[in-house]
């Protein structure tokens, strides 16, 4: 569940951790497959944006990963404009947005369940 010491480890740039955990070290860190697992093991309603850790973008043309457990139509909005919408159909609660176009700079990427009850946003940048 967490990264915990190991003190003859010395790998990934951190000496004495293991470091593959839902969770950060100091638990203030939930990593991306928490969120995977949360989507698919509770009754609670997920709504994440994969990789939001990954703020810095090369590439203009991108997809948007999502987890979530909502049975709603998905809608994603990039910079204020609604640019798709899906419904899930994946067994393992991933849903994928395609073909997204980002622009130089600042991106707000919002995505959000068609009740608006549930919605996640994060913001990349474009170099």
């Known amino acids: 569940m ?15 951790l293991n470091h593959k955990g839902l969770m950060t070290y100091d638990r203030k860190t939930k990593k991306d497959a928490f969120y995977f697992y949360k989507a698919n093991w509770s009754s609670e309603p997920v709504l994440y944006i994969v990789e939001r850790r990954n703020k810095q973008r090369t590439q203009a043309n991108t997809q948007v990963k999502i987890y979530t457990n909502s049975n709603k139509p998905i809608v994603l909005f990039v910079n204020g404009k609604k640019v798709k919408q899906q419904k899930l159909t994946s067994d393992i609660h991933i849903l994928l947005f395609e073909d997204i176009e980002l622009v130089k700079g600042e991106n707000i990427i919002r995505v959000e369940s068609k009740d608006e009850k549930n919605v996640d946003e994060v913001v990349w940048v474009l170099n």
């Open 2 to 16: 967490f990264y915990f010491s190991v003190n003859v480890w010395n790998r990934g740039g951190v000496a004495h």
